[in-house]
């Protein structure tokens, strides 16, 4: 099988992604560059990702021209490639429409930290709609996300994020959803307080240092 190594890991993403809630059904999806050859593996369209199998994930260029497997690849092939191409340094993306950050999506204001471990990820900013699986839809994400964003949430759709490895890529996932949950519930009781900026600037410094607790 070509590129296996790549497929497993998007097959055990897309699981870890379902497991934890942040995917239903067969809606998100998820992609990965090979270390070598400027290909990705990405989840195919339409396929239960229960049943999936390495061999079933989608292998396209950096173009999202087809190249293997069974299934088409995700309609949001221009998402994840148009990242993949303005930001060398990424190597997997994940799209999903967990609840609280769509839900936090459909208005303008950016998620702001409110626990220390957050502040990697920040800011998340919010993309205007636009058609999924669009070339306008990947432009907008990609600019927004610029030289090191690490997450963004789309109006009305749901969030992209991105990492410098599939680990990355899934704490950036994980974290923006969490950040969504505890923003929520904290506007919902009238106690909503982010960090403050000076505190955020300082805990992204430590994160970056590789000195954080």
């Not at 390495?54 to 292998?59: F, G, N, S």
């Not at 021209?65 to 993949?84: C, I, Q, R």
């Not at 999903?96 to 920040?122: N, Y």
Request: aromatic share 6%; net charge negative.
């Amino acid at each position: 099988m070509k590129y296996e190594k790549i497929r497993k890991q998007v097959l055990e993403a897309i699981l870890q992604a379902v497991e934890q809630g942040l995917i239903n059904g067969t809606s998100g999806n998820i992609a990965l560059r090979d270390d070598e050859d400027d290909v990705v593996a990405i989840t195919p369209s339409g396929v239960a990702y229960g049943t999936m199998k390495p061999e079933d994930i989608a292998i396209v260029d950096l173009n999202g021209k087809w190249m293997d497997g069974p299934y088409k690849p995700s309609s949001e092939v221009p998402m994840h490639t148009a990242v993949l191409r303005a930001r060398p340094d990424v190597k997997a993306t994940v799209h999903t429409h967990a609840m609280f950050a769509t839900i936090m999506a459909m208005g303008d204001e950016s998620l702001r930290p409110i626990t220390p471990p957050q502040c990697e990820f920040t800011p998340i900013h919010v993309v205007p709609f636009t058609m999924p699986g669009s070339d306008d839809a990947a432009n907008k994400v990609a600019e927004a996300l610029g030289e090191d964003g690490r997450s963004v949430l789309i109006k009305n759709h749901g969030m992209f994020c991105c990492g410098k490895d599939m680990k990355s890529a899934m704490d950036a996932t994980i974290y923006t959803e969490e950040m969504a949950v505890t923003t929520y519930y904290a506007k919902v009781l009238g106690n909503y307080e982010p960090m403050p900026e000076a505190g955020e600037k300082k805990m992204k410094e430590l994160i970056a240092a590789d000195k954080a607790v």
